[in-house]
């Protein structure tokens, strides 16, 4: 059915990927590639003053070596992390990883969801290849 599946995971409190891994593999047939991708925020230059030293790298070690444990356990797994907005970043990745499916969870939307818009609603809207949603 997909030969290319793309699952964004995020690290939020609350958020749990497992239910998405678990709809890749059920949506995966023989030499599927599951991609398990986490976009970590560009910090501010302002911001980064208040950091201690080796904060972000040190982030970006932690997150690198818990998604390629993720990626293990997934036949035809491997994992990437790459920093900027989320979003857009969800986006360029699965066009240059030729994605024929994005796997994106998202939250109950409130108020704020509407204006400003959120990751999931924002691949929607914009991928260029079929989108499941997960709530």
Do not use: W
């Not at 290319?4 to 409190?13: A, C, M, Q, R």
């Not at 593999?25 to 991609?35: P, Q, V």
């Not at 444990?69 to 797994?77: R, S």
């Amino acid at each position: 059915m997909y030969k290319n599946i793309l699952v964004p995971i995020s690290f939020d409190e609350g958020r749990d990927p497992d239910q998405a891994i678990e709809i890749a593999k059920f949506l995966a047939e023989e030499g599927t590639k599951i991609t398990l991708l986490h976009v970590m925020e560009k910090v501010p230059g302002y911001a980064q003053t208040y950091m201690p030293e080796g904060y972000i790298e040190n982030s970006l070690a932690a997150c690198k070596s818990e998604m390629a444990t993720m990626a293990e356990t997934i036949k035809g797994g491997q994992s990437a992390v790459v920093t900027g907005h989320s979003g857009t970043t969800i986006l360029d990745f699965a066009q240059e990883a030729e994605s024929d499916l994005i796997i994106i969870a998202s939250h109950q939307p409130k108020m704020a969801d509407y204006f400003l818009g959120s990751t999931a609603h924002h691949v929607v809207r914009h991928a260029r290849c079929s989108v499941h949603v997960m709530r």
